[in-house]
Nanobody
Framework: QAQLIESGGGSVQAGGSLRLSCGVS????????MGWFRQAPGKEREGVAV???????GYADSVKGRFTISQDKAEGTLYLQMNSLKSEDTATYYC????????????????????WGQGTQVTVSS
């Protein structure tokens, strides 16, 4: 059951930009991990970017230098700014949160995140 709500997906040409947003206010506490994952048809869900309560980000190699994860704690919103989009970025993007977590935020273990959004589609045409 989706507990987070994403927005900002859509269709864009290669080289374009999109910004995804996710409402996370109820998950902001002293220690947490939040992130963006994506899943393309026929592929497994993969980590795109994560951030912890200190603002420390982590990125998949495939998006480094193009995507930026950020959080606005006052607004209770998690963002993913996606620039220089490629056709291989086409996927459904999911916001994820794990409050009260004291370890490292993982890109490779989506199972550590207990709260997920319903997903938003990003389509990049070449």
């Amino acid at each position: 059951q989706a507990q987070l709500i994403e927005s900002g997906g859509g269709s864009v040409q290669a080289g374009g930009s999109l910004r995804l947003s996710c409402g996370v206010s109820e998950y902001l506490n002293k220690r947490y991990c939040m992130g963006w994952f994506r899943q393309a048809p026929g592929k497994e869900r993969e980590g795109v970017a994560v951030v912890d309560n200190a603002g420390t980000p982590g990125y998949a190699d495939s998006v480094k230098g193009r995507f930026t994860i950020s959080q606005d704690k006052a607004e209770g919103t998690l963002y993913l700014q996606m620039n220089s989009l490629k056709s291989e970025d086409t996927a459904t993007y999911y916001c994820a949160a794990q409050p009260y977590y004291s370890g490292s935020c993982s890109l490779s273990r989506p199972e550590m995140y207990n709260f997920w959004g319903q997903g938003t589609q990003v389509t990049v045409s070449s």
